[in-house]
């Protein structure tokens, strides 16, 4: 019988006094705070506890598996990929029994929820979440990190503006390598595809679509491996150039930076006696979040980066046609920070009932008001969009199509003593 293992990244009393000589569904609920969190098909126990003012999620795995998932989750941070913070792994004394433990992902969602939200004809909306899992791949795959098991089962979906932000949560398959080759890739690409489209006609199967959502299902999936496609292309295609490659160049680096990436090198090796290549090499997924950071120290998403930058440089400009002079940026933003921002976030945050990151209800206050602005053919102001915000509605429209704009917190209740964990 091997010794009792514990290794926490942080010395939690919560989580160190935890009952972890026992296997995971032996715990008394009487005695630990269990948290009902629900969750999909998974291939081991997990349970959920709060410690120390936080959440923490408990998989109960075989020692091996446990120890690499911790050290490849570990290794995902460190690139900083989107994926759950590895907290700590114990080794129990009692046959090949160890529990993997990870930071709860706070204002997360499951696909099966998003999905049962909006319909099938919102596509718009469906297409937000099977961006983010596009854009997670690549990451991932740039990274060289094979995963091996992407499933929609697999992934939380957070937001971020106005899009949506994927979140690898089982590692348990993954593998770490220098770089991946073409074979890997594909490999994993079918593995999506397959799992994708799996938990999509799960998901049409219980609303009752089938068997018409079979082949949106497929279709939906091969979108993915698809957008999948467009931007491995963007970041690593070569593209002849003729003698003058300005335009071309400004084109690329424009289109990196829409979608994010921060180009760290531009390269151009002639072929031929005219034509050039074009090659880009770029970093982390963060441009516009880095560009705000460095204006108002504040660290947000990239898609909420975006809209706040919009908003502060229109907010700059205005000032500067009103007072008929030029401000310097860095002055516009301290002003903006103190003056729109700091109060905005405050009654936005109110106007959907404290719940969410305060910063995204900000965003979509601003979404809002553009869309009632468009409506009326002039700027409506705040308060309409603060009262839109307050009735949880989206201009122009349905409840469904609106339903990614308007997630409320996921809501966390305790297990009360006495009942059984889930």
Same mark, same amino acid.
């Given at each position: 019988?091997?010794?009792?293992?514990?290794?926490?990244?942080?010395?939690?009393?919560?989580?160190?006094?935890?009952?972890?000589?026992?296997?995971?569904?032996?715990?008394?609920?009487?005695?630990?705070?269990?948290?009902?969190?629900?969750?999909?098909?998974?291939?081991?126990?997990?349970?959920?506890?709060?410690?120390?003012?936080?959440?923490?999620?408990?998989?109960?795995?075989?020692?091996?598996?446990?120890?690499?998932?911790?050290?490849?989750?570990?290794?995902?941070?460190?690139?900083?990929?989107?994926?759950?913070?590895?907290?700590?792994?114990?080794?129990?004394?009692?046959?090949?029994?160890?529990?993997?433990?990870?930071?709860?992902?706070?204002?997360?969602?499951?696909?099966?929820?998003?999905?049962?939200?909006?319909?099938?004809?919102?596509?718009?909306?469906?297409?937000?979440?099977?961006?983010?899992?596009?854009?997670?791949?690549?990451?991932?795959?740039?990274?060289?990190?094979?995963?091996?098991?992407?499933?929609?089962?697999?992934?939380?979906?957070?937001?971020?503006?106005?899009?949506?932000?994927?979140?690898?949560?089982?590692?348990?398959?993954?593998?770490?390598?220098?770089?991946?080759?073409?074979?890997?890739?594909?490999?994993?690409?079918?593995?999506?595809?397959?799992?994708?489209?799996?938990?999509?006609?799960?998901?049409?199967?219980?609303?009752?679509? %089938?068997?018409?959502?079979?082949?949106?299902?497929?279709?939906?999936?091969?979108?993915?491996?698809?957008?999948?496609?467009?931007?491995?292309?963007?970041?690593?295609?070569?593209?002849?150039?003729?003698?003058?490659?300005?335009?071309?160049?400004?084109?690329?680096?424009?289109? %990196?930076?829409?979608?994010?990436?921060?180009?760290?090198?531009?390269?151009?090796?002639?072929?031929?006696?005219?034509?050039?290549?074009?090659?880009?090499?770029?970093?982390?997924?963060?441009?516009?979040?880095?560009?705000?950071?460095?204006?108002?120290?504040?660290?947000?998403?990239?898609?909420?980066?975006?809209?706040?930058?919009?908003?502060?440089?229109?907010?700059?400009?205005?000032?500067?046609?009103?007072?008929?002079?030029?401000?310097?940026?860095?002055?516009?933003?301290?002003?903006?920070?103190?003056?729109?921002?700091?109060?905005?976030?405050?009654?936005?945050?109110?106007?959907?009932?404290?719940?969410?990151?305060?910063?995204?209800?900000?965003?979509?206050?601003?979404?809002?008001?553009?869309?009632?602005?468009?409506?009326?053919?002039?700027?409506?102001?705040?308060?309409?969009?603060?009262?839109?915000?307050?009735?949880?509605?989206?201009?122009?429209?349905?409840?469904?199509?609106?339903?990614?704009?308007?997630?409320?917190?996921?809501?966390?209740?305790?297990?009360?003593?006495?009942?059984?964990?889930?």
């Amino acid at each position: 019988m091997a010794a009792l293992d514990v290794r926490l990244r942080s010395a939690s009393p919560g989580l160190l006094t935890l009952p972890w000589r026992l296997p995971l569904e032996e715990w008394d609920p009487t005695a630990v705070r269990f948290r009902d969190v629900p969750i999909g098909p998974s291939r081991h126990l997990v349970r959920f506890v709060e410690a120390d003012g936080s959440v923490w999620a408990l998989k109960a795995m075989p020692r091996r598996a446990a120890t690499h998932e911790y050290d490849l989750l570990r290794t995902l941070e460190t690139r900083a990929l989107t994926a759950v913070r590895a907290a700590g792994v114990v080794i129990q004394p009692r046959d090949d029994d160890a529990v993997l433990i990870t930071r709860y992902l706070e204002r997360s969602w499951q696909y099966r929820r998003l999905l049962m939200r909006v319909r099938p004809d919102a596509t718009v909306h469906r297409a937000r979440l099977f961006d983010a899992v596009a854009s997670l791949i690549v990451d991932l795959h740039r990274n060289g990190i094979f995963w091996g098991d992407c499933s929609l089962a697999n992934t939380l979906f957070t937001r971020d503006g106005q899009v949506m932000q994927a979140w690898l949560v089982d590692a348990e398959t993954a593998e770490a390598h220098p770089t991946l080759s073409d074979g890997q890739r594909t490999a994993d690409l079918e593995i999506m595809f397959d799992n994708v489209a799996g938990g999509l006609v799960d998901v049409a199967a219980r609303r009752g679509e %089938l068997p018409e959502g079979f082949d949106q299902a497929v279709a939906e999936a091969q979108g993915v491996v698809d957008r999948y496609e467009e931007l491995w292309a963007l970041l690593h295609s070569r593209p002849r150039v003729g003698a003058d490659p300005r335009e071309a160049v400004s084109a690329r680096v424009r289109d %990196l930076e829409d979608v994010g990436f921060a180009v760290e090198e531009v390269r151009l090796e002639a072929e031929g006696d005219d034509d050039l290549r074009l090659s880009v090499a770029v970093g982390g997924r963060r441009f516009h979040a880095l560009q705000f950071r460095a204006l108002t120290g504040l660290d947000v998403g990239e898609g909420q980066a975006r809209i706040l930058l919009s908003d502060l440089r229109t907010t700059w400009h205005a000032w500067e046609q009103e007072r008929g002079t030029q401000i310097p940026e860095v002055v516009a933003a301290h002003e903006w920070l103190l003056r729109r921002f700091a109060p905005g976030v405050e009654r936005a945050h109110q106007a959907v009932g404290g719940h969410g990151d305060p910063v995204q209800a900000y965003c979509d206050l601003l979404e809002v008001r553009w869309l009632l602005s468009e409506q009326a053919g002039h700027d409506v102001g705040d308060e309409p969009a603060l009262a839109a915000l307050a009735e949880r509605r989206t201009p122009g429209g349905s409840a469904a199509e609106a339903a990614i704009v308007d997630l409320p917190t996921q809501e966390i209740p305790v297990v009360h003593p006495g009942e059984p964990p889930p």
